[in-house]
Each structure stands twice: as C-alpha cells, then as structure tokens.
C-alpha cells in the first residue's frame, strides 16, 4: 500500500479493501467544488466532433491562453496535461544541470534526470517554513542550470515572491527558470509570472487543477516565442485531443468560477488549518493555495494507516526530499469532509472526541423532474411507512410555494403539504417542517411567510436578495427537527434542474447538501417522457449534486412494471444510477393535493351528476387559495364537485361555493369580467341555489371591500356581490388561528383555521351562523348566502351531511340521515404506505439512512 502519490485511490482501495466510492481522498489537490457546471454541456456539444481528427496546432486553445495570461500566441503550448510539457523540457532547455529547492513535485527532478541532467537539490530551511530562500538559491546558480520552482510550492503551498523572482531572472539570464503555477488558480490575489516576464523565464500552467478534471489531461506552458517553437516541434500530432481543447476554451474564459474558488478555498483553508493546528502533536504550515502541509509527533505512515481504516487518505510526504517520515499532506475540501478528516484525526490520534449533541437525524430527500410529480405523496408515504416501523419521523420542505396553507397550534401558518405529512408522521405540524411559505398575489410577487409569520409582500427581486436570509432560517429550522427526530423526509420543489433558478435555489440540491440527504428524482410516467427527463435533469446538475443522487423513482405507472427493464438499464447505462422504484398509479387517494396544479388542470364541468346527487359548483378563480377545503366533499357518494370557469358552465347547481382567495379585488373583478358574478347573483335571485363563500369567498359575497394599507391590492376600494350585508377591511396584522367552533343552525361543532387579513363587520340584525369556541363571530348568513371564515368546515362529518342533507331536501330527495363517508386521512396513509412500501426498495432506502 503507498500513500505516497496524490490521485492513487483505486490503488488504495484494492490494498485497504475499502471500495474506492467509500473513500475520501485528502491526497489528491483538486478543487473541492468540483467540475464546472459547463463541463458536460461542453463536452456533450463536441461529441460528434470525435468523429474526425483534433486541430494539431490546437489553435483556439493557445488563442485562449495568449488572452487569458496577456501573451502572444507564438509564446504559448499546449500539451495533454503539464506533465507532458515538463518532461520535453530537458530536451530543449540545452542546460547540463537542473536545479530544485526542495521539498519539491517529485517529477521535476525525475523529468530533469529522465531528460540527461544532473539533479542538485537545494533545500528550504525547517526553521523558515520551507520559505525559499533567495539569497542561497542565487549563490548556487552558474548559468548553465535550469532552476524548476512551485510558484504555490508543492508540498507547502507557500508562495514565493513574483516580484523577486523576477528579479533574480534578470540578474542572471544564462539561467533558465522553470515556475510551476499549476495551483496558481487558488491563490488570493496570485501575480503570475506570464505577464512581464523575463526571457529567460518559462511558466507551466495547468488546467485540471482549478477546474477539477484531471482525466481530461490538459496543460500549456508560456516561454519566450524560441523556445516554445521548439517545444511544440518535439511534441507528438494531436497532443490534446478534441474534448480536453473544447474543455480548455471554456475554462480560460471562466473567471467568475476561479473568484468563487479562491474564496471558497480561502474560508475552508483557514478554518481546517486552525481545526488541524488546534490537535496536540500537529503542526500546520502557513500556506496559500488547496492543501496543507502538517507535522505530526511521531511517524506518520501509523497515522495514515489508521486514517484509511477510517476511509480517509492522507498523502505521506516520505518521497519529498528536504521532508521525513513525520510530514503528510492534505487537500482542502468541502466543510463536512474537513470536519470528517479532524474527527478521524483526532481519533487516530488517540484523543477524546469533542463533546457533540445529540446525532442529527438520517435524512433523505424527494425531487421531482417537474411540479407535480409526486414528491409530496411519497414523501408523506415514506414517513407513514418508517413511522410504522417504529422511527421518530419529521417532514421539512424548506420553501413552498403555494396558496394552500393550514395554522399551527400555536397560530403559525405553513404549507398544507407539510400539514399533511405531518400527520402521516402521527405529530403535530410546526411551522420549522416549511420555513419558507411564498403565496403568490400577483404574477410577479408573493406574500412571504418566514416561520409562519408574514414578512412582507415581495416581487422576485426583492425576494432573490432576501434569500440567503431565509435559507439560513430554513437550515437552522432543519437542524432542530434533525436533533429531535431519527428521520427527516426532505421533499424539493420543481425540479434541481432548472436552470434559470438554480444559481439561488435553496429547497432543492443546496438543502440536501445541507442536510447530508441522499435524493431520490421523481419523474410522473403518466406524463410521458419520464426517462428522458431523468437523464436529461443529471446532464444539467453540477457534479456535487449528481454525486447527491441516489436513484430514481418513476411514480403513477399503469401497467406492466417487467416492461420497463429495458428502459430502466437504459437508464443505468447513462447515469450509472438504479430505478429504486415503480410506484403504480393511484386514482382516488382520498389525500390533499399537494399543490393547485392538478386543481387548475381539471377539465371544467357543464354537466350535472346523476338524478341522486346534489350538484355543488366550485369557482375557479386566478388566485385560488386552500382548495383543499373542499376535499371532504368529494368523497361523498351522493354530490358531484364541479370546477366551474365560465358562465356558461355553471348552470342552476344546487349549491355555488366561491372559496378562498389571496387576491380579493382582482378575483372580484374576473368574476364580473367573465359574467359568473352576474349568474351567481341571478342564481341567489331565484332562491333555489344555496351561496357558500369561505374566508376571501366570504368576502366577496359583502357589500364593500377596502384596503386602505394595500395588502393585497392597489387600495381602491371595490364592492362586492351585496349578497350579504358585511363590509371588509384588510387590516395588516393577519389573523392565524386554529379553531374549534359550532355551527349555530345545526349545533353540529366545528374545526379547522383562520388565515385573513380581512376583518369583517356584519348588520347588527343577521344571526350568528358560525362561532368560535371564545364567541366570536366567524360566519354568517342571508337567506340561503352564508359565508365564514372558518377553512376546512366541511371536515367535519356531521356537519358536512348535515349541510348536504339540506340540498338533497331542496332538491326533493330524502335526507340521508347519517355521516356516509368519513374523512379521515389515517387510513388513507395506511393505505397509501402498504403500496409504496411494496414498489420502492425499502432495503435500498434503509441503506441509504444508514438504518439499515
């Protein structure tokens, strides 16, 4: 086994037994964010281009280059990789003698000594930190050298003077200065030496590094025009082959990515060198570029034995002269895998591990190809299925967008989805399981619910910069659920591979990257297109959120699942990722939405139902809120929920419901636009047609509403159907509460919530229909209009057949007499969970939470 090479990881896999995938390397110095996000668009756009032979001159590429470090052409080369221009160096440098302060790259001396010259190293002093030290490498030089310098040193990281070098250059131009900049792209304000450059001074630059793709191999090197022309003549036809060329175009003209690299670099160098600096018998060097260079107490080849037994390698520095057995290396990496290597260290370092909290729960997450996919019903079946098996499970979405919402016991609002997995958990919802809640009111804008509290309307803008805000809100929120749960079933939004929103997403890859959660994509079969989407969505993620990705799940099959094999290899074949599951289609599962598109797809309805059934017309309006409401409804065997749209489709109903709203004003004015506001007022004339409006419904069906503080609209008053004798004020403190009630009329009780900012006066005279436990007044009636703000008040089974038993009777059918159907969600979860659990691999996913 050697650890003494950078990038040797299936090499100590095979010798430790640890798949190489369960390996974290600190050895190998690439940059921790991984590829560009470009990188496979850009090799996708030139595969065709394999068919034919690679430009030899590698002419875009050394334009590029001459651009990039400020050259001319005629100075630049480029080779497969820095490696293959370093080792034709000796053969056109025309010196006897290389000389290397070391420590040092191993493969200068070697490529130097390959090459027929003779090798003196020059070495650093302990005592100055391996600082090369100028006036001693001047009083060595004879001027028939070449000198090979690491401009960041490797393996200290230290950076030594442009301005001095270049100076020395000048002092002594019969020798030849061969400066490495291959980790050039990490240093903070690095001056390179491409630009006024001495003659006698040739810079190697590599691309692999910064942009994390030594495979591709990819390298060029700037020297004075002679130079390099009789460098390029001894390099062999086609060099750099056709994608590493693309490859390199890019990355010379990616700026933005090395910025965000310094300074991702530059944060997690200081903060691992002051973790590592802080274990007793460990000294860090002060260095300036993607590694650290640490003294240890004793030998260090024990230390990187028991590290890998922890899946981690380290680089042992015993093949670097000027460094004994004592040294090791280690790349800068991500925060969790920094954490994870001084968490290994200090254990194999014999110390005590720091007092933590309780474990963070094991997570796992659903994304989507699309909105509506699925991923709110699997979620809530996965936590139905692991509450079964008797795991403390919590929900977390850490940003909805959606107008249908529920309030917290403790009088926070949330998104009803998370309600609802809630509830599949068996606990009781809190506002921390959807930290963010945006319920749009425009096209352009949306109410923000930080924590269950409004913080303001906002338009995309405003809301793109209040972001980072609110995620660090979603990831505290997070972390708290996660110290009190064993489980947490994260679900996304839309989908990671939107990329017009993914450079400020903060629900999908980001938060699973936060939580530690392995995500599982969704694609809806029944759509079609499914397994395009599924490759299609891996091509456009960056790497660290492919390597996030576990598998795939096709959900709302009918059909065969043996069928689909092909397609599924297929699949495989492309993403090198397993389908985890077939969730079959599953018509009336007697669960909410989880949002209002599968509400505004449904086809509107002109048609009555049978004879037998009472006829219920639901209004559609622009921003609909909480059509969940009427859920309870449809589940009733004798009444026919029709989602009507126009005039023309509601005909003579024995009941109209207009249900809540988050735009009041502008939904009053669609429904007089569309002439639905006139039918329903006609239908009241006639008295046959009961008039139900709920909370922004309830509204409508008054007199006058004002909005003086323009909560939800410009603040000019408008009036409303006149239906019953109340008048509406939007006052800016919005009223969340969870309620238990009574229905006047029936005496039957009552649950559910308020969510409004509208207060409502009535006529001293109209009879109290709804009341709230403490008295108050939340709904009432006028003839056969009646309104209230009480959300969710036909879940209640005796109730909602006692309201439907009036229409039959209207209608001239014998009441029922008794509660029919029963809306309870246990039982459907139960249901809903015995079928996921059969079609997703359940040992896979436990797995996957390391529970299994």
């Known amino acids: 086994m050697s650890q003494t090479h950078g990038g040797n990881l299936r090499e100590l896999a095979l010798s430790s037994g640890i798949p190489e995938s369960e390996l974290l390397d600190f050895s190998a110095n690439l940059n921790p964010l991984g590829p560009p996000e470009w990188l496979r668009p850009v090799i996708a756009a030139n595969v065709s281009a394999l068919a034919h032979y690679p430009d030899p001159d590698c002419t875009a590429l050394v334009e590029a280059a001459a651009r990039r ?187 933005e990515y090395l910025c965000r690299t310094r300074a991702f670099v530059r944060e997690q160098r200081e903060t691992l060198a002051a973790e590592l600096g802080s274990l007793p018998g460990l000294h860090v060097y002060p260095a300036e570029a993607d590694f650290l260079l640490v003294r240890t107490a004793t030998d260090a080849s024990a230390l990187a034995r028991r590290m890998l037994r922890e899946g981690i390698a380290i680089r042992l520095c015993t093949n670097f002269e000027g460094l004994g057995t004592r040294f090791f290396r280690v790349a800068v990496r991500t925060a969790q895998e920094n954490a994870r290597l001084c968490k290994a260290l200090r254990s194999a370092l014999g110390f005590p591990a720091i007092a933590a909290p309780k474990c963070r729960a094991a997570s796992i997450m659903f994304q989507g190809t699309s909105s509506n996919a699925g991923k709110s019903v699997l979620t809530a079946a996965l936590c139905r299925i692991l509450q079964q098996d008797g795991l403390s499970v919590a929900p977390f979405k850490s940003q909805n967008m959606s107008l249908n919402s529920c309030v917290t016991r403790d009088g926070l609002e949330m998104g009803r989805a998370q309600v609802m997995q809630a509830q599949a958990c068996r606990i009781e919802p809190e506002a921390r399981m959807n930290p963010i809640l945006l319920k749009p009111n425009s096209d352009t804008g949306s109410q923000v619910i930080l924590l269950g509290k409004p913080v303001g309307n906002m338009n995309v803008g405003e809301y793109i910069r209040f972001k980072p805000q609110a995620f660090e809100a979603a990831k505290q929120a997070f972390d708290s659920l996660a110290a009190e749960h064993d489980v947490v079933v ?33 694609g809806d079969i029944d759509r079609g297109g499914v397994y395009a989407s599924f490759v299609g969505s891996m091509e456009v993620l ?26 599924h290899d297929y699949v495989h074949r492309h993403t090198r990722l397993p389908v985890l599951g077939v969730i079959p289609y599953l018509p009336n599962l007697g669960l909410p939405e989880e949002d209002s598109v599968t509400f505004k797809a449904a086809r509107s309805q002109s048609a009555s139902g049978g004879a037998e059934q009472v006829d219920i017309a639901l209004l559609d309006l622009p921003h609909l809120s909480n059509f969940t409401d009427f859920d309870a409804l449809r589940i009733e065997p004798d009444v ?78 408008v009036e409303g159907l006149g239906l019953l004798p109340l008048s509406t004020v939007m006052e800016p403190e919005k009223t969340l509460k969870r309620v238990m009630g009574r229905h006047a009329e029936s005496g039957f009780a009552l649950h559910g919530y308020e969510i409004h900012h ?77 079928v996921v659990r059969a079609s997703l691999d359940m040992k896979q996913i436990y797995r996957l939470l390391k529970l299994g």
């Not at 939107?498 to 392995?518: S, T, Y």
């Open 490 to 522: 994260l679900e996304g939004a839309g989908s990671p591979a939107e990329v017009n929103l993914k450079h400020h997403d903060i629900v999908n890859m980001p938060m699973a990257r936060h939580a530690n959660a392995p995500v599982l994509l969704v």
């Open 542 to 567: 960056n790497e660290w959120e492919r390597a996030l990705v576990a598998g795939f799940v096709v959900n709302r099959f009918r059909g065969q699942e043996a069928l689909l094999q092909d397609a």
């Open 69 to 255: 470090y400020g050259v001319a052409m005629e100075e630049v080369i480029a080779g497969n990789g820095s490696a293959e221009i370093l080792s034709l160096l000796p053969r056109v440098l025309g010196k006897p003698r290389a000389l290397v302060p070391v420590p040092a790259y191993v493969d200068y001396a070697r490529s130097a000594a390959l090459g027929g010259m003779k090798v003196k190293s020059l070495p650093f002093k302990e005592e100055n930190g391996f600082q090369l030290d100028f006036p001693a490498l001047e009083m060595a030089l004879r001027g028939d050298e070449a000198v090979f310098i690491g401009r960041p040193n490797n393996p200290t990281g230290h950076v030594c003077d442009a301005g001095a070098l270049r100076a020395l250059a000048l002092r002594n131009p019969a020798t030849l200065f061969v400066v490495d900049e291959a980790f050039g792209d990490f240093v903070d304000g690095f001056e390179s030496l491409t630009r006024e450059r001495p003659a006698n001074i040739i810079v190697l630059l590599s691309l692999t590094k910064a942009f994390a793709i030594p495979g591709l191999r990819l390298g060029c090197a700037v020297a004075n025009a002679e130079l390099a022309a009789r460098m390029r003549a001894l390099l062999p036809p086609w060099s750099v082959n056709t994608l590493a060329q693309a490859v390199g175009v890019a990355a010379l003209q990616d700026t």
């Open 640 to 717: 026919v929920v029709r989602i009507v749209r126009s005039r023309e489709e509601l005909g003579s109903p024995d009941a109209v419901i207009l249900p809540g709203s988050k735009h009041v004003a502008a939904d009053l004015a669609h429904l007089r636009q569309s002439g639905l506001a006139a039918a329903v007022i006609e239908l009241a004339r006639r008295g046959k047609t009961e008039i139900v409006g709920i909370c922004g419904g309830y509204q409508m069906l008054g007199q006058r509403i004002e909005d003086p503080q323009r909560i939800e609209s410009e603040g000019t008053p």
């Open 758 to 834: 509208g207060q409502s006066a009535c006529d001293a005279s109209l009879t109290p229909l709804v009341l709230r436990e403490d008295g108050e007044v939340i709904g009432v009636g006028c003839g056969l209009a009646w309104g209230s703000y009480l959300h969710g008040i036909f879940d209640a089974d005796p109730f909602r057949r006692w309201f439907i038993d009036r229409l039959r009777i209207r209608r001239g059918l014998a009441p029922v007499g008794r509660v029919v159907a029963v809306y309870d969600l246990q039982e459907a979860f139960d249901r809903l969970a015995a």
